[in-house]
């Protein structure tokens, strides 16, 4: 400890995790020195840096700031060996977000730094972002939108005709696959629309809202709108590809709000293309930022795109700054880590 008492903390913020929001948790939590950060952005968080996946230029700013601090929270900071090394003193990392990709992990333990995390912090803002891509593909209000607002057309209204009306989620067949925390909260809020949830996790036992289905290929065959929802692992990595998405019935509706390489995008393009599929969704994708010549560009009357803003929302960073600042207060008092790594 320094200062007595009192443990130094830096607060290491962004555009998104302010530092003052990760200040006023901790001063909720313990008396402690903080030191505030706010790192710039972009972090250059789609190009890896020494040995974390997503890293910045800011190392040096990090290390410069974690002079004397034993505690450092951070959204993207990158805790690299470098910044370990240079850091002696330092003891625990807390990220705050799902997982700590911005921190060498090996180096840590190396180290004798405890490296914990934020889980479940975006679960609600995901299910809502879901939820809303799937009622704007359904009933393309972006394209709607896009006629009117941007070019003074009432052409959107010939989407008030049976031929190109969208479908309305009751007694709509819609497949989750996967039903963890952010699945399983999709689930509720299609059940009070009135769709027909279906389920497919191999991983998940008891009571769900909706209906269990045994195999990925029979959730597929009677899904109309399918919503993605599993972990990105070696085992679901492109698990959505042509052979399943000729399984959906034709016309069928793609959401994908998890992980980009759960799905094969040319893939999907192909089926979009060939009218196999009426439309898709899609938060995240293979590569990010959205590569220029990518083929969904060219697919804009039959997708619906946003930059990855499904944990965007200000709840999240709220709660996010919450979840590290009560970590930080179990291990000041010497508590077992709730979410803990190293």
């Known amino acids: 400890m320094t200062n007595g008492n009192r443990v130094r903390v830096v607060a290491a913020g962004d555009h998104f995790i302010l530092p003052s929001l990760i200040r006023e948790a901790l001063d909720h939590e313990l008396a402690c020195e903080v030191r505030e950060l706010r790192l710039g952005w972009p972090l250059e968080p789609f ?23 034993r505690v ?17 003193g330092l003891r625990l ?19 004798d730094v405890r490296v914990c995390y934020a889980p479940g912090r975006n679960a609600a803002a995901t299910a809502e972002f879901t939820v809303a891509l799937m009622l704007a593909a359904l009933r393309r209000i972006p394209q709607a939108h896009e006629l009117l607002a941007r ?38 809020v299609l059940c009070a629309f009135g769709a027909r949830v279906m389920v497919f996790d191999p991983y998940v036992h008891g009571e769900i809202h909706g209906l269990r289905v045994a195999s990925l ?18 085992e679901t990595r492109g698990l959505i590809g042509a052979r399943e ?58 997708v619906v795109l946003t930059p990855h803003l499904g944990g965007a929302s200000r709840a999240v960073a709220e709660k996010a700054a919450r979840i590290a600042a009560e970590e930080v207060g179990r291990w000041v008092r010497g508590e077992p880590l709730a979410h803990c790594l190293t």
């Open 47 to 69: 190009g890896p840096v020494a040995e974390v996946t997503e890293a910045s230029d800011a190392e040096d700013e990090l290390i410069d700031a974690l002079t004397g601090a």
């Open 245 to 302: 998405l000729a399984l959906l019935p034709e016309g069928a509706v793609v959401v994908n709000v998890a992980r980009g390489p759960l799905l094969d995008e040319d893939a999907l393009c192909d089926a979009l293309e060939s009218g196999r599929l009426s439309a898709a969704a899609l938060d995240t994708y293979a590569h990010e930022p959205l590569p220029p010549d990518s083929r969904l560009h060219a697919l804009a009357e039959r």
């Open 72 to 88: 450092l929270v951070t959204q993207m900071g990158p805790v690299t060996e470098r910044v370990l090394d240079a850091c002696p």
């Open 93 to 111: 990392v807390v990220v705050c977000r799902g997982g700590p990709v911005n921190v060498n992990l090996d180096a840590a333990k190396r180290h």
């Open 217 to 234: 290929d029979e959730l597929l065959r009677k899904s109309r709108v399918i919503s993605l929802h599993a972990r990105l692992t070696t």
């Open 151 to 188: 070019h003074g057309s009432w052409e959107g209204a010939t989407y008030y005709t049976y031929e190109h009306s969208g479908l309305e989620l009751e007694d709509l067949p819609v497949g989750l696959v996967g039903y963890g925390a952010v699945g399983s909260r999709v689930a509720r």
